[in-house]
């Protein structure tokens, strides 16, 4: 499972984990998952759906459809007379479904149905804040030798701090020599490389990394 702690079998490519199921998309409350995170957090009145072990299991943009279905089922379950759940709008990101809400009454509502809810087969799911969720950066690194699955595993034991479980695959291109890649990493695994000088140490040598758009040191 991507995103566990421990030894990962390696970073994974760029797409979404969890499964989805399809089914009827529910009138209530409208939202088509266009909205930006920008936007979102800006709005001042959002909240995060996730995974129960958030970093650990995150949602998919399936999910994220799921997600939508559901809590429109819950909307029309509801009573003609009385309380409706006020949401603005959606989006999907950082592996969680932010949810733009009218009011602090839909954030009650939300938070008290959101842990009850079944959105797919074997769903856990809780309401966050946006300051919960995981932050990225893009990076570049050169490793040398021949690809090797075995370089996370090494990267993760040989460098205290560097959690490789998180990072996402976005590019792998072999070169003369050494392989280069694109990754997504979480932030806090940044300052890990950043103190070795960007040189985290890769099993039979040392890989460099650097920070996508910046000069890495030691490279042309």
């Known amino acids: 499972m991507p995103g566990q702690h421990g030894p990962p079998t390696g970073a ?16 209530r409350p409208r939202e088509s998952g266009q909205l930006g995170y920008t936007r ?6 959002q909240v995060a759906v996730v995974c129960e072990d958030y970093p650990g299991s995150q949602i998919s943009r399936e999910n994220f459809a799921d997600i939508q279905r559901a809590i429109g089922r819950l909307v029309d379950e509801l ?19 932010i949810k733009v809400r009218h009011n602090e009454l839909t954030k009650d509502w939300l938070a008290a149905r959101v842990p009850t ?4 087969e074997g ?27 075995k370089r996370y595993l090494w ?25 280069h890649l694109v990754l997504r990493i979480d932030t806090a695994s940044v300052a890990v490389p950043k ?7 890769s099993g039979v040598g040392q890989a460099i990394f650097s920070l996508l758009g910046a000069k890495p040191e030691g490279k042309k």
């Open 12 to 27: 994974k490519q760029e797409t979404a984990v969890g499964q989805g199921h399809s089914g009827r998309q529910a009138k």
């Open 40 to 45: 979102a957090a800006r709005e001042g009145i």
């Open 79 to 97: 009573p003609e007379e009385g309380f409706t759940p006020r949401l603005v709008e959606s989006c999907w990101t950082k592996g969680a479904a």
């Open 117 to 120: 809810l079944v959105a797919w």
């Open 123 to 149: 769903s856990r799911l809780k309401i966050a804040g946006l300051d919960a969720l995981s932050t990225y950066k893009r990076v570049v690194a050169w490793f040398p030798g021949p690809m090797d699955t």
């Open 155 to 179: 990267l993760w034991r040989l460098n205290q701090g560097l959690d490789t479980g998180y990072w996402r695959l976005y590019e792998c291109k072999e070169e003369s020599n050494e392989v």
């Open 195 to 201: 103190g070795l000088r960007w040189r985290p140490f």
